[in-house]
């Protein structure tokens, strides 16, 4: 007897099945093949679902969103500065922020603004 590399059960050889150099049996084998190779649909759901019930907003995040409903829109360049942030910090916010639907970037001439997602006047 053999054993399935992912779930350790017993699998006589004929039953083995070879995946990316990994010997496994028949349902580690469909399991792993079954599953979509998606690009982290986990942090798209999870951020719609946030977004549909209660937002809960890092402190950093709710600085940024306070920051672009008072002076908005406004360059990476003035959030970070004013602010006190690094472009880092700013652009992982910001992820966030655009994936809930907060906050969005657009161009205006060259120069890439950012400002809340339902600003209407740009
Ligand atoms: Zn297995």
């Given at each position: 007897?053999?054993?399935?590399?992912?779930?350790?059960?017993?699998?006589s050889?004929?039953d083995?099945?070879?995946l990316?150099?990994?010997q496994?049996c028949?349902?580690?084998?469909?399991d792993?093949v079954?599953?979509?190779?998606?690009?982290?649909?986990?942090?798209?759901?999870?951020?719609k679902?946030?977004?549909?019930?209660?937002?809960?907003?890092?402190?950093e995040?709710?600085?940024?969103?306070?920051h672009?409903?008072?002076k908005?829109?406004?360059?990476?360049?003035?959030?970070?500065a004013?602010?006190?942030?690094?472009?880092?910090?700013?652009?992982?916010?910001?992820?966030?922020?655009?994936?809930?639907?907060?906050?969005?970037?657009?161009?205006?001439?060259?120069?890439?603004m950012?400002?809340?997602?339902?600003?209407?006047?740009?």
């Amino acid at each position: 007897m053999r054993k399935c590399e992912k779930c350790g059960d017993a699998v006589s050889p004929e039953d083995l099945r070879e995946l990316a150099g990994k010997q496994l049996c028949d349902d580690c084998y469909l399991d792993v093949v079954a599953t979509p190779k998606t690009c982290d649909p986990w942090a798209v759901y999870g951020a719609k679902n946030t977004a549909s019930q209660e937002v809960i907003l890092t402190s950093e995040q709710q600085r940024i969103i306070d920051h672009l409903k008072e002076k908005g829109p406004l360059t990476l360049e003035q959030i970070c500065a004013h602010l006190d942030l690094t472009e880092g910090q700013f652009k992982n916010s910001f992820a966030t922020l655009r994936h809930m639907e907060l906050a969005r970037g657009f161009k205006r001439g060259e120069q890439v603004m950012y400002t809340l997602f339902d600003d209407p006047s740009s």
